[in-house]
Nanobody
Framework: VQLQASGGGLVQSGGSLRLSCIAS????????IGWFRQAPGKEREFVAG????????????DYADSVKGRFTISRDDAKRTAYLQMNNLKPEDTAVYFC????????????????????WGQGTQVTVSS
């Protein structure tokens, strides 16, 4: 299983970016997908997640309080791609963003810890200038 994150860059405060996470070697719909971020000197933190497509709660989403209303996670299983649309970006959103996959039937609200995820992408840098 390989995940490749892309779409990061430099943007001004208030701007938008869309991150993509392309999966290979896996049926993406069988996995919950999470986006995490890690800023310099800080621990990796949960940003957003979406449940697997075949479950009791297909496609349910969850967000960190700090990004609710600004970020949207989605998935296109046919394209094996998950997305993180980030709007109204703030300087405190600056970090390396990682996508991750977890083989679980649980609701995504129970999967907000990085230790619960089996596979990780390489990360993409997001820098928001003030």
């Amino acid at each position: 299983v390989q995940l490749q994150a892309s779409g990061g860059g430099l943007v001004q405060s208030g701007g938008s970016l869309r991150l993509s996470c392309i999966a290979s070697g896996v049926t993406l719909g069988d996995y919950a997908i999470g986006w995490f971020r890690q800023a310099p000197g800080k621990e990796r933190e949960f940003v957003a997640g979406i449940s697997r497509s075949v479950s009791r709660n297909p496609g349910n989403t969850d967000y960190a309080d700090s990004v609710k209303g600004r970020f949207t996670i989605s998935r296109d299983d046919a394209k094996r791609t998950a997305y993180l649309q980030m709007n109204n970006l703030k300087p405190e959103d600056t970090a390396v963003y990682f996508c991750a996959a977890a083989f679980t039937f649980s609701s995504i609200r129970y999967y907000t810890s990085s230790s619960q995820y089996n596979y990780w992408g390489q990360g993409t840098q997001v820098t928001v200038s003030s």
